[in-house]
């Protein structure tokens, strides 16, 4: 019982965890904080696990399943976004 038990809550954590990998975008047209927060906003109304904007180097540090939307938000947004 206990070992399918563990079986079970594994599969679980997979199912939820989805195929989620880390992407660093490169946005160049990115240059103040009305930028990062037009793009932070973007970001929202996605399904993202994590995010982080750097200002500083012009990128964002996504962690998500599918990236072409991501992608294609930020250019909806103003802003091309290239995969480093």
Avoid: W
Avoid at 43 to 72: C, F, N, Q, Y
């Amino acid at each position: 019982m206990k070992q399918k038990l563990s079986k079970c809550i594994l599969m679980y954590m997979f199912l939820v965890a989805g195929d989620n990998m880390n992407y660093v975008l490169n946005v160049p047209d990115m240059s103040c904080q009305h930028c990062v927060s037009t793009i932070d906003k973007a970001l929202k109304e996605l399904v993202i696990r994590e995010a982080r904007i750097d200002l500083g180097s012009k990128s964002v540090s996504i962690k998500t399943d599918k990236i072409d939307p991501v992608i294609e938000k930020l250019k909806e947004n103003g802003y091309e976004a290239i995969i480093k």
